[in-house]
């Protein structure tokens, strides 16, 4: 059967072939309705279209798609985004970023557009699970599909992640192997209808505790706050509320665990001497305040992650192609032996 043309998908769609172009060279000047209909009927007839003039000699487009769940501005995002550039731009690669794509009318935009104009060589989903039929989407225009610490690879042609719910198991059960026997775990809500690989820590945390429920006294709960820029103010207000102040704070991460060291002296709380505090990641600013925390490296990953692509679209094989990380303890200065 012969390959589609742009004539084809224009008859099916009952517009121009102009039009046809425009939805995917220009698409700001067709209609949303009209850009719609080219779209669902290039899918049906399996049309691509390439950026340029290299992509229709190689049959390679040179760019390939970061997807995040949220901005790029976060510490872990913004590693990773330079992490895989190190190895892509010497390459020739351009980077599309595809922020906040955690919402279900953004990933239904990237997986229904992108199976049609084939403009990327390979998807990086980073940090959250994409559901099978959004892979078919993908498998079905061979795009190779690398996951950066994603919870879920099995239908990843690679990934590279952190193994989150161990290390926060170590980080609690170093804790409780203080002698601290009233912890608290602070984290934000889950994203809805999403799966992110920073709830996994929320679990290390439960598992630990509950392996140590028989041997000690140990009181133990989770303080789970909305997710948005006040998530630590938030934790904050939720520690403070409690009516016993925990000897031991468990934090999801150190972007919580920072702002709670600082503002907690202002209501008579200090670290190490009246309580223990861990964080998870070693981001800027943890040696700073002398933070003990769990050790990751984004940008390490992002490499890794990067060499695996050049690899995949270059049709070679991987040695190993789904590594896991163990994450470091780092001690520092926020935890100390509980005295009772």
């Not at 099978?132 to 599909?145: N, T």
């Amino acid at each position: 059967m012969a390959k589609a043309g742009i004539r084809d998908v224009a008859k099916v769609a009952g517009v121009s072939i102009s039009t046809v172009s425009r939805a995917f060279t220009r698409p700001e000047l067709v209609s949303e309705r009209t850009r719609r209909k080219v779209l669902s009927a290039a899918d049906k007839l399996d049309f691509n279209i390439s950026r340029s003039a290299t992509a229709l000699k190689t049959g390679q487009a040179y760019r390939v798609a970061l997807l995040m769940n949220e901005e790029i501005t976060s510490w872990f995002n913004t590693e990773v985004f330079a992490g895989i550039n190190d190895i892509l731009h010497d390459a020739g690669y351009d980077i599309s970023l595809f922020q906040h794509i955690d919402t279900a009318e953004n990933r239904k935009e990237f997986f229904t557009t992108l199976p049609v104009r084939r403009n990327v060589d390979a998807v990086f989903v980073n940090s959250f699970s994409i559901d099978p039929y959004e892979v078919e989407q993908l498998k079905r225009i061979h795009v190779p599909i690398i996951g950066i610490n994603t919870p879920s690879t099995s239908n990843f042609d690679a990934s590279v992640s952190i193994n989150d719910e161990e290390g926060m198991f170590m980080a609690a059960q170093h804790l409780i192997n203080l002698g601290h026997r009233h912890i608290v775990y602070t984290c934000s809500e889950p994203a809805e209808g999403i799966t992110s690989s920073i709830d996994d820590r929320g679990r290390g945390f439960i598992r630990a505790c509950k392996a140590a429920e028989h041997n000690h006294d140990l009181q133990w709960q989770v303080l789970s706050v909305p997710r948005g820029r006040e998530f630590a103010d938030s934790a904050l207000t939720a520690l403070l509320a409690l009516d016993e102040f925990p000897d031991a704070i468990c934090c999801q991460m150190d972007m919580m665990a920072i702002p709670l060291v600082l503002k907690l002296e202002h209501y008579g709380h200090f670290t190490p001497k009246d309580y223990s505090i861990i964080g998870f990641d070693d981001s800027p600013y943890a040696d700073t305040i002398n933070l003990t925390t769990m050790r990751q490296n984004p940008r390490d990953m992002g490499r890794n992650a990067a060499m695996k692509a050049l690899k995949l679209i270059a049709d070679e094989p991987l040695d190993n192609p789904h590594e896991t990380i163990q994450p470091q303890l780092v001690l520092r200065g926020s935890d100390a032996v509980f005295k009772k």
